[in-house]
């Protein structure tokens, strides 16, 4: 996970996200409610392009084809319902970060994470809470690991072969960013690169 830099809302936003509910349920809101008023929908492609097609939590491009791209309400719409129509609300996150976050709350925001807040086992893949970090942040950062499942197996050995093929050159300094920009940066921070 790395810091994302908040985007401006696409020209007609508010056009494409169309005719919003008038009223909303008092919190929870129910999962039955947003039924035919998924409108978010509707940027999920300038969100994609404004957010350099990576996932906020991953962060790993999330590819066109094979990748499972989805608007992630960072405020979970079931407490926050007001912000299920705000573009400041929304993270580009993969399918599978989507569905681990849920409406937990206990997720650092991408947009307020700070600089190095994580760093990287570049043998294994796993991911580590920096040790400079405050004791608060250090938490909130282990708790975003545990939550998004950031340790698993898989999503270490993904960076791990993203890893190898930085170091092994199958990528360009360009690309490595571009596809996998929390083990790019991790890789220059260590002076891998």
């Known amino acids: 996970m790395i810091p994302v830099q908040r985007r401006s809302p696409p020209t007609g936003f508010r056009d494409k996200i169309g ?7 008092p919190p929870p809101v129910p999962t039955k409610f947003w039924e035919g008023k998924a409108h978010w929908r509707k940027v999920l492609p300038d969100l994609y ?6 996932c906020a939590f991953a962060a ?3 590819e066109r084809v094979t990748g499972f ?3 992630e309400h960072f405020k979970p719409k079931s407490q926050y319902p007001e912000l299920a129509y705000d573009w400041d609300n929304f993270r580009l996150v993969c399918g599978l970060m989507n569905g681990r976050k849920k409406d937990y709350a206990d997720v650092l925001d991408p947009f307020e994470l700070p600089e190095n807040t994580f760093t990287l086992n570049p043998v294994s893949g796993e991911i580590l809470v920096n040790p400079k ?3 608060a942040l250090a938490k909130k950062a282990e708790s975003t690991i545990e939550r998004l499942g950031l340790r698993k197996p898989e999503v270490c050995k993904m960076r791990s072969e993203h890893v190898s093929k930085i170091l092994g050159g199958d ?5 490595a960013k571009s596809m996998s920009p929390f083990v790019f940066a991790s890789l220059q921070q260590q002076g891998l690169l």
């Open 171 to 175: 990528w360009s300094p360009a690309e």
């Open 49 to 54: 392009e404004a957010y350099s097609r990576t």
């Open 19 to 25: 005719k919003l509910p008038k009223t909303f349920p």
């Open 69 to 71: 791209r989805s608007v």
């Open 60 to 62: 790993v491009r999330i």
């Open 133 to 135: 970090c405050s004791v």
